[in-house]
């Protein structure tokens, strides 16, 4: 770009400088972040689980709700759900709805993830259930994991669970 100054014309180094500069960044930033997820691995997993309602001595809940159960699919396992809390909210008596938190427990053959789960389900009906879960740790070759899976599906006391998941599994 030229400029006249002075009556002269000059070739301005304002946008070039300005374009180096951008350039400087955008590379700095680019290898903040592959040297941050260097190593990193991300795998998006999904499948169906089956869960049937746990009760007894084997239950530590203490609102008496557990479950185990399988998942098949991108993250073949056995689990157990121990809730951690049951809520009802306000609308509970028109819907049916109780929320939840709880811990789930996944054994596969190379390692073990917990997570936080929380989510709600309805008591009447087919019981539809929705839960998100935090992966929080993880053992074996989920050491150091973290991520998150999505539960849809039914569940009631009588029939146990079925749906299906999806999820993220960051490992470092």
Known sequence: MTKLRGGRMIKSTKSAWGLAVSSVIAGAVAAILLVGTAG?????????????????????????????????????????????????????PTTGVLQYTGDITMQAKSGSLLCKDSGAFQTTGMGAVSSVCAIVSGTGSFAGASGVIQFVGTFTAASGGQGDYRGTIVTP
């Open 40 to 92: 990193a691995g991300s795998d998006s997993i999904s499948g169906n689980f089956s869960s049937q309602q746990v009760s007894g001595p084997s239950c530590t809940s203490p609102v008496g709700l557990c479950t185990q159960g399988a998942l098949t699919g991108g993250l073949k396992s056995t689990f157990t759900f121990v809730a951690t809390s049951l809520t009802a909210t306000a609308d509970t």
